[in-house]
Nanobody, 120 residues
């Protein structure tokens, strides 16, 4: 089981991109899903997260990014609009996964990262 990301690439300032992250393989449950990002020379930071009935955004992206998920596909999306040079980063998908019904708890998985390159 792993997280498969797509949707990164170059984009002009003011443009939009949609990132997609899917859980490959069969799992019993996916709890919280999130997107983090890491810009050059900076620490990884939370961008947005989503769990049952609840979404959370970093202040820097409120009103600009939108996180959604399709539970039937174990997939999370990040719609990014009005992109700015400071949004350039590697974006990482994160998910809390329970492999089996009898599993003790949830494990944390990370995607490999996808680069969003806002050209300047």
């Amino acid at each position: 089981v792993q997280l498969e990301e797509s949707g990164g690439g170059p984009v002009l300032p003011g443009g939009s991109r949609r990132l997609t992250c899917s859980v490959s393989g069969n799992v019993f449950s996916v709890r919280r899903m999130a997107w983090y990002r890491q810009a050059p020379g900076k620490e990884r930071e939370l961008v947005a997260s989503i769990s049952t009935g609840n979404t959370n955004y970093a202040d820097a992206v409120k009103g600009q990014f939108n996180i959604t998920r399709d539970n039937s596909k174990n997939t999370v999306y990040l719609q990014m609009s009005r992109l700015k040079p400071e949004d350039m980063a590697i974006y990482y998908c994160f998910a809390e996964i329970k492999y089996y019904k009898v599993s003790y708890g949830y494990v944390y998985l990370w995607g490999q990262g996808t680069l969003v390159d806002v050209l300047s």
